[in-house]
């Protein structure tokens, strides 16, 4: 079963534009909310995170905003640059322990055009 | 943030031979490290959790024989791919998960002719 929806499956934008991806949960006991960049042929690269007791957090020019009550999260990147043409992968865990497994969503597909 | 680091980045092999890929963690142990599979313009699938001095945890669906797995230190996990066919042709990639987050390796780049 499928724990983390991500929406939308591909995106283009304009450079300086903003770029947005959302995700949706489904279990309540996820506490730790990570995002990743990965550009072909390489691992994740840990982007920024988030805990559910903040509905923010910015680091640079990127945002997460996390909704509890709507279990929904997302990304948000400024000023958006040819350079963060890759995937992103929003992910959940239950604890931000070693043992501590994510589930993954699907991925979005960003493209900026310059 | 940490360090894994994961080789070979890529490999070529012939199918009905077997390949180990090593993952390990360069500034911090790790007792616990995952291994995912990933198919092109798709998301990660974990495949196993490695677990330092015991037996990994295979998830459903993955051959326990064809994919063994070791991790004998805490710095240290490898997967073999025994008996590789073309079929197991993929993007392989470890990670480990420290307060502050999970980190990923490299990557490993599959290829079985």
């Known amino acids: 079963q499928q724990q983390v929806k991500q929406s939308p499956q591909s995106l283009i934008v304009q450079k300086g534009g903003i770029s947005i991806i959302n995700c949706a949960y489904e279990?309540?006991?996820?506490?730790?909310f990570p995002w990743y960049q990965q550009f072909p042929g390489k691992g994740p690269a840990l982007l920024i995170a988030i805990r559910p007791d903040v509905s923010e957090k910015k680091e640079g020019r990127f945002t997460i905003s996390f909704n509890k009550s709507a279990k929904q999260f997302s990304l948000h990147i400024m000023d958006s640059q040819p350079g963060d043409s890759a995937t992103y992968f929003c992910a959940a865990s239950t604890r931000e322990t070693s043992g501590s497994r994510l589930t993954f969503g699907e991925g979005t597909q960003l493209t900026v055009n310059p | 943030g940490a360090v894994v680091s994961q080789h070979p980045s890529w490999v070529i092999c012939k199918s009905g031979t077997s390949v180990k890929i090593e993952c390990r963690s360069l500034?911090?142990?790790?007792?616990?490290m995952f291994w995912y599979r990933q198919f092109p313009k798709q998301s990660l699938m974990l495949m196993a959790t490695?677990?330092?001095?015991?037996?990994?945890?295979?998830e459903q669906g993955v051959e326990k024989d064809k994919f063994l797995i070791n991790h004998a230190s805490l710095t240290l996990s490898t997967l073999t791919v025994t008996s590789a066919h073309p079929e197991d042709s993929s993007f392989y990639i470890c990670?480990?998960?420290?307060?502050?987050?999970?980190?990923f390796g490299q990557g490993t780049r599959l290829t079985v002719v």
């Open positions: 990670s480990a998960r420290v307060v502050g987050g999970a980190f």
């Open positions: 500034d911090f142990q790790a007792t616990t």
């Open positions: 279990n309540t006991a996820f506490d730790y």
């Open positions: 490695s677990n330092e001095g015991s037996k990994a945890t295979y």
